[in-house]
C-alpha cells in the first residue's frame, strides 16, 4: 500500500484496504466471503474510473509530481535491452539531477537522457530532486553531440521542477547551457524524441526539450512556471494555485489542443505509480513507433519538420496590409 | 498557431509610412520625455547615490548619473537614438496584434494598461538601420512593457527580425532587457518561443553570420535562457542585473543572503558569461568598431 497517497485517492485505498481485510478475515475464520469480496472489487474499478476520467488539473498535476510514479532510470531500465550510463561534462563536474547514457531497445541503439529524481528524501537531495545545474545540460549536450556522430538517435525524458535556482548554477551560466541545448537539439541531424514523464518545468525542461515529436505521459504537466509561483505573482497568493493551474493550460490535453504538443501517451488506470510496467510498455511502444515515422524522412526532411514545429508556435492576430497591392508594396520596400 | 485573421485595422500600410513615424519621434530626441523612472517632472533622484539631477541635463547625459555614473533604464526608443545613425531607422512588425489565447483572467486589461503607459503595442521593437554606416537588422527589448515579458508575439517578431537578418545577410544585435522571462499569460505557447527564437538563431549560425547580444538592466528568464546568450557577441551594459532565475527566488531557494553584486554586468564578465561590460556612452562606439572589423572578414584567402 502506498504510503504517499493523494487526497483523491483516499475512496480507492479505503476499498481496498478493505478487500485486503475481508480476504484477510476469510482465511482467519474461514468464512467464504467471496461474493462480497467481488462485488467491493466491481466498485472499486468502478470508482476508479470515476476518479480519474474526470481529473482536475490540479490533480494532475499532484499526479505528475507523486513521489513513487517512474523515475527517469526506473524507465529505461524496463525498456531497454542494455544501457550503460555515462557520466560528466568534461568541464566541471557530473550532474546527478539529470542522467544519460547509450542503450539499446532490441536492435534500436538510443542515446537517453534525462532528468532524474529520488526515490526516498535521501536520494532527492542526492538528485537535488531533478533540479539540474549548467553541467547537467551541457553533459546532456555533449552526449546528444556523441549520438550524432555515431548516428544514433536521441531520447529526452522530462521531469523535473525546473532548472536550478542557486548562486553556483548563477556563477555557471544556467541561462547559456538552457539556451545552447535548444540552439543545437534544433540542427542535430538524428532523430530526437521528447517525453514528459513527470513535471515539464519551465525552461529547466525545455534545456532537453527541442526535437521531432514532443509527447506527454497522461498524467503530467508542463508549464511555463510553477502554479504556486504564478499564484504568488499574479494573485500574490500561493493558495491560488488551483486557480492558476486551471490558467496556466499545462495539462497533456490542453497542450494537445494547443498543438505544442504532439501526442499524449496514456497511462495506465490509477497512474503510472500503480504499475511501473504496464506503464514502460506504453512508453517503448510511443518511442518505436515515433522514431520509425521520423525515420522514415530524409535527414533534411526530419530538420525542416523539426523547424516548422517550433516555428508555428504562437496564437496573434496578423494584420494585413491591405488598400496597396502587392506590386505597390514591393516598390515601397525596394526604395 | 498561426492565424491569419485578415483585420480591418490597416494603420500600416507602407514601409515608408513607417520611415517618418520614426523621425518623428527622433525629434523628440533629448528632450527629457523619456519613460519609466524619469517622469515629466523636472528633477529626478538618483536611485544610486540620491543626487537631484535636472532633467534636462540628465537626458544629454544619456540618463547616467552626472555624479555616480548610475545607469537609468531606457526604453527602447531611446536606446534606438542612442545607437542608431540618424533617420536610418525603418521599423517592421508591427502589424501583429496580442490576443488571449488561453483566455487568461485580467490579460487584456493588464495589455492595455501597459500599452497606454508605454505608447507600444508589444514589448519588442524591430526593424532595420545603420549603426556607424553598417546596415544591420535590430531588435530592441522594452523593459517597461509588462516586464519585458516574451510572448507570442514578441517571440514572432524577433523570429522574424532574425530571418531577415538571415535573408538579407545583415548583422542582427538584439538588445535584451525585460525581467519578466516568459510571460505567464500565454502560458507554453510563452515558454515556446524560446526554443523558436533559438532555432532560428542556428539557421543564422549555420549561415556564418554575425549575431551581437546586448544584455541591459534587467535580462533574466525566459530571454537570458534563451537568444539573450546565444550571440557569438554578447555585451553588458555597465552594472546590469543579469541572471537566470531571480535573486528572490533564489533567496528563497537556498536560505541565505545573496553576495553583493551577484548577477550584475560584472559578475557575468568575471564568470566567463559575457565578452565585454561597457558603459552607456560607449556602446554605440564598441557596436561600430566590431562591425567594422567584422566587415572586414573574407579577405584573408580572397
Ligand atoms: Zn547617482
Redesign the pocket.
Known sequence: MPKDHLEFEKPLIELEDKIKELKQFMQEKDIDLTDEIERLKEKSERVKQEVYSELEPWQILKLARHAERPTTLDYINLICDDFIELHGDRNYGDDRALIGGIGKIGDQPLTIVGHQKGKSTKDNINRNFGMAHPEGYRKALRLMKQAEKFNRPILALINTPGAYPGIEAEERGQAEAIAKNMMEMARLKVPIIIIVTGEGGSGGALGIGVGDKIMMLEYTYYSVCSPEACAAILWKDASEAKTAAEALKLTAKDLLELGIVDEIINEPLGGAHKAFKESAELLKEAILTNLQEIQSFSISEMLEKRYDKFRQIGEYIEHSRIEVNDEQQDEVVNE | MFKDWFGSKSKYVTVKRQKEKSKEKKKKKGKGKGKGKITDELWTK??????I?FNKKLAQNLKV??????HFRLNSQERLNLLIDEDSFTEFGEELETVNPLEFPKYESKLKKYQEKTGLDEAVVTGEGQIGGHRVAIAVIDANFLMGSMNSVVGEKVTRVIETALNEELPLIIISGGGGGARMYEGMLSLMQMAKTSAALAKLDDAGQLFISVLTDPTYGGISASFASLGDIIIAEKEAKIGFAGPRVIKQTINKDLPSGFQTSEFQLEHGMVDKVVGRKEMKDVLVRILDIHSLRGEVNA
Open positions: 538618483c536611485k544610486n547615490c540620491g543626487e539631477i548619473c552626472l555624479e555616480c555614473e548610475y
